[in-house]
């Protein structure tokens, strides 16, 4: 037997006798459809308190912008949760010439290995809505590095346009999406042997290849390596030359 079901909210203290005076919101799934992300409703459905935390950065020139911003957001989520948060919302603000969003899964590590060194990491979940994961393996990685939930908003968008184009409804596309990406998911699960995703979410069972030692001990703490790799400066520079090139003249004429 396997299961995807997943709880936001709180952790209940297993050494203490008395009973968990926090409510937790259980999805049967952790890609959540559009329905279920409704961030009104997963504060309304559970009573948990939520927080918004957006993750993008100025482009200023500084390669070490990226890393700045990260250490931000690792720091706006320790508040956050210090003044009772309980589901923190990790989303991408619009993105422009001189404005850039954080990769996701970087984003998303860090929040989760501050929180741990904070000891703070069982007063919350975490919640994804960007638009820089769509497959199987984006959502493998995110849950193996501490994401609760995720919400693919861009994948939404796409089949909602294409259903309003068949005259369809988008609701069935929303959730066979949702099924083949679940299946994906046990799959990945069933082949390290692990049956829930309770036991999974988190692990960290993943190998870093092209990381430098800075990189790996300050955001993905415990993940082994095998070579040593790129630094934050070298990082903030390939987002910093991708921006470049999406909003550069010759973007203009593709």
Partial sequence: VMSLAVGLGPRHDLMQEELNPHARLELH????????????????????????????????????????A????????????????????????????????????????????HLLREGL??????????DDAWETHH????????AEAIYPAMVYRLLQKDAETAG??????FEQYQDAAGKGLLKIMA??????????QGAQLFEAI????????????????????LSWSALGREVSELYAHAFGPESETE
């Fill in 210 to 229: 092209g990381l430098s030692r800075e990189v790996i001990e300050e955001a993905f703490t415990g993940t082994f390596r095998h070579v040593e790799g």
């Fill in 121 to 130: 990491r069982a007063r919350c979940s975490l919640v994804v809505a960007a």
């Fill in 29 to 68: 799934h952790p890609v959540m459809i559009p329905a279920t992300y409704q961030q009104h409703q997963l504060e309304e459905n559970s009573g948990l308190k939520q927080h918004s935390l957006k993750m993008a950065y100025p482009l200023s020139g500084d390669h070490r912008a990226m890393h700045k």
């Fill in 70 to 113: 990260l250490n931000q957001l690792g720091v706006a989520a320790e508040t956050a949760v210090r003044e009772g948060s309980q589901i923190l919302v990790l989303e991408h603000e619009a993105v422009a010439e001189d404005r850039a969003a954080l990769p996701l899964l970087w984003a998303v590590v860090y929040v989760h290995q």
């Fill in 139 to 146: 959502f493998a990685t995110l849950l193996g590095f501490g």
């Fill in 191 to 200: 082949k390290m042997g692990i049956s829930t995703l309770r036991a999974y």
């Fill in 168 to 173: 369809s409804d988008a609701s069935v596309a």
